[in-house]
């Protein structure tokens, strides 16, 4: 039994405004070519790249945990053209582990005989473990058209990935014993299907085209370099993705000089105030407590009410009580005279006011906090989503809110890559290098307000790599690394992911520094990040990608705060959008020197990237002066 997934890859279908045609085509066909031997299910989704890594996803995991044998076929229509919503072939290429190009390629070259526009479709074949992966183009005629040619070796396809040797065994004899059968005395031209392992002949020397053979490795990236905003929105999305998962934390501080542990956390619901605050009437000023009808006079200071003490006087007309700032106004009275509008009259031997005369005329409520007039009881104290810093601390010890609910911090894990890099502490020798990017994102993460689980160095391996991302993956939600996401041969970073279940979304963003960014998401919703290598590409782009992710990940807006300035100097464009790094200083910008991305002076004391355009025909410098936005990265 053959196991198929058909998707349809369709924002029209998927809104439910047009009808799918190609899905229940590719369903009829399947069951016509093997009747009762494949297992259907059919999806539709939308031309979202991370919808359809996302069906596929689902597939391979199926086939990788079926350990009964059963061949697997995931196959999909629509989304391979050249217009910009067709987005199969850039969401599916990554995740393969090999690609058929020879079918790819017989399938357009037969279908170009029928119609020249079939060379507009690029068909993409290839497997993922034991499932093969076949994306078709959206139109039902052309869906037939490579049907027709798929069809004619599918079945034997499904044997190899399946790696069933009984198949693969009947229909190599078979093919041999086809090939045989022609006893002409020339040379028989063989143009049937001759397995090289089954002639007997000696091997041919084959090209390793794999990119640990250096010499055929890729020349120029396949990934397409998406615009930062884009970035950020595959991003953003899949952090919203993950559920918000909630604890209960102490507001109190456990020792001195030690934070409260909630400090830094968000709410994860509303905080409502229980109590009444004030909770009593208090003066505003120091003064005397006065009945406002009496007026200007003498009158005798009959009590004394301090900040923490009641006397529990009833105040009668013609008396006052002297009260402290924030002291209780006794009952009776109804206003506070502040005290440099009154004289001594006289005092007691003690030296106590015993009679005093007041200069002006007040009017009632005068100088009184009414109680509640702070915070009444039900009042918000605070919003869901809010971050507790020291005054939100202070709002809840003065409501004696000990415990709070708050949404939990995503686990961390920082590992930087290379052969290269030893110990910040270490003696290094010629070509190598101390590795700065660690403890430089450690103290960035910490002060924004999270903690590292888990840090790690990867040597330059394959198999290290893997094995390390497999490790951390059982213990953090958040990965972020360091190098082996661009060109170098020991750049192993994007062929691991895959191999531990990443769905790699974007492999290079329109910009600098930063462009090797890599962005991957796995089944259980954990996000990873691949950092390039030089330390201020690493920086610039924790704070462009990674920092968003980490206060979404806690339901905070992640809009960065951005504010003009004026260009301090002249500055020729790049071809991609560049972040310059800067400082504000009392109202003054000034560039941190050379902009290199290696450069880590260039991040000293920075507080603002500068973001500049792209070079066009039309532009290919800024002036001195001129307006440009500044994310602010730092105090100011």
Wanted: hydrophobic share 35%; proline share 6%; charged share 20%.
């Amino acid at each position: 039994m053959i196991q198929v997934r058909i998707l349809t890859v369709s924002d029209r279908c998927a809104a439910g405004t047009s009808t799918d045609t190609s899905g229940p085509y590719i369903a009829e066909r399947l069951e016509e070519w093997r009747p009762g031997g494949v297992a259907l299910t059919r999806e539709c989704v939308s031309d979202d790249v991370i919808k359809i890594q996302g069906a596929l996803n689902r597939v391979v995991e199926l086939a990788n945990a079926d350990k009964s044998g059963q061949e697997h076929l995931f196959i999909s229509s629509g989304g391979t053209g050249l217009s910009p919503r067709d987005v199969t072939v850039q969401a599916i290429s990554p995740l393969l582990e090999k690609q058929a190009t020879g079918i790819m390629s017989a399938l357009v070259s037969l279908c170009v005989q029928k119609t020249p526009f079939a060379m507009l479709s690029n068909p993409l074949v290839g497997s993922i473990g034991r499932c093969l992966v076949v994306c078709l183009p959206g139109s039902k005629k052309a869906v037939a058209e490579n049907l027709d040619i798929l069809f004619q070796v599918l079945g034997h396809i499904l044997d190899l990935i399946s790696d069933s040797k009984s198949s693969i065994s009947s229909f190599h004899t078979s093919m041999q014993q086809s090939g045989h059968s022609n006893t002409a005395p020339v040379k028989k031209q063989q143009t049937e299907h001759v397995c090289p392992h089954k002639t007997g002949a000696p091997a041919q020397k084959k090209v390793d085209t794999s990119r640990r053979g250096v010499a055929f490795r890729a020349r120029h990236s396949t990934w397409p370099m998406l615009p930062v905003d884009e970035a950020l929105t595959v991003i953003t999305r899949a952090a919203t993705s993950h559920p918000l998962q909630t604890r209960t934390l102490s507001t109190v501080l456990p020792r001195p000089g030690e934070p409260a542990p909630a400090h830094g956390h968000v709410t994860s619901s509303v905080v409502l105030a229980r109590e009444d605050l004030p909770n009593y009437r208090a003066s505003i000023k120091d003064g005397y407590a006065v009945l406002a009808g009496d007026g200007p006079g003498v009158y005798k200071v009959v009590a004394v009410s301090k900040m923490g003490h009641s006397s529990g006087l009833v105040l009668e007309s013609g008396t006052v009580s002297r009260v402290t700032t924030g002291g209780m106004v006794p009952l009776g009275a109804d206003a506070v005279v502040q005290v440099e509008d009154t004289e001594l009259v006289s005092s007691t031997p003690d030296g106590e006011e015993d009679t005093i005369k007041i200069l002006s005329s007040v009017s009632p409520g005068t100088d009184i906090r009414p109680v509640g007039s702070d915070i009444a009881r039900g009042d918000v104290l605070l919003p869901g989503g809010c971050r507790i810093l020291a005054a939100e601390l202070g709002l809840l010890a003065s409501q004696g809110i000990t415990n709070v609910d708050v949404r939990s911090k995503p686990r961390i894990a920082v590992i930087s890559t290379g052969n290269e890099l030893v110990a910040s502490g270490s003696e290094i020798s010629s070509g190598q290098v101390r590795d700065s990017n660690t403890p430089a994102l450690l103290h960035l993460l910490r002060e924004d307000g999270y903690n590292v689980t888990l840090s790690a160095h990867f040597p330059d391996s394959l198999h290290d790599v893997t094995e390390g991302l497999r490790s951390a993956l059982k213990n953090v939600d958040i990965i972020l690394t360091t190098g082996g996401v661009s060109m170098g041969e020991c750049d192993y970073i994007k062929e691991a992911l895959p191999a531990v279940g990443g769905t790699v979304h974007f492999g290079r963003v329109h910009m600098k520094p930063g462009k090797p960014t890599t962005f991957a998401t796995f089944p259980s919703g954990q996000l990873y990040f691949g950092l390039p290598g030089n330390p201020v590409s690493a920086m610039v782009t924790y704070k462009l990608f990674v920092l968003p992710a980490l206060k979404v990940w806690e339901g905070r807006d992640s809009a960065p705060s951005v504010m003009k300035v004026e260009l301090p100097e002249t500055r020729n464009l790049d071809p991609r959008p560049e972040y310059i790094r800067a400082v504000y200083n009392n109202g003054e910008v000034r560039l941190t020197g050379g902009q290199c991305s290696s450069r880590l002076l260039s991040m000293r004391s920075a507080n603002l990237l500068l973001k500049l355009p792209p070079r066009s025909d039309t532009c290919t410098s800024v002036l001195q002066g001129t307006l440009v936005d500044a994310m602010i990265i730092g105090p100011l």
